[in-house]
């Protein structure tokens, strides 16, 4: 969860510098992203995150945060998994 959290803001973060205006977070973290939309209660451990998160998506026209089913986006998982591998 806290890591889903922090890609999700360093995701924001790079579309501030880069100048994007319009964004589209797809997450296979469905408990990030029901909090992120404040659909359900903010857990205290990403409680920080989200904040940020909040306050990034503010510096946007438009921003939306999907949740995507692993087994559709595998590409993102695998790329996800082999960054791990890098440390």
């Not at 501030?16 to 296979?28: F, M, N, P």
């Not at 990030?32 to 205290?44: C, E, L």
């Not at 945060?65 to 996800?80: D, E, G, M, Q, W």
Request: proline content about 1%.
């Amino acid at each position: 969860m806290t890591a889903e959290a922090i890609a999700i803001r360093k995701a924001l973060e790079c579309a501030v510098t880069l100048g994007w205006k319009s964004v589209k977070i797809l997450s296979d973290a469905k408990n990030v992203v029901d909090m992120i939309q404040k659909q359900v209660a903010t857990s205290w451990e990403i409680e920080v995150l989200c904040e940020d998160i909040w306050k990034l998506s503010s510096m946007f026209d438009h921003v939306e945060f999907l949740y995507i089913p692993r087994k559709l986006n595998k590409v993102a998982h695998s790329l996800a998994k082999f960054s791990i591998s890098l440390f």
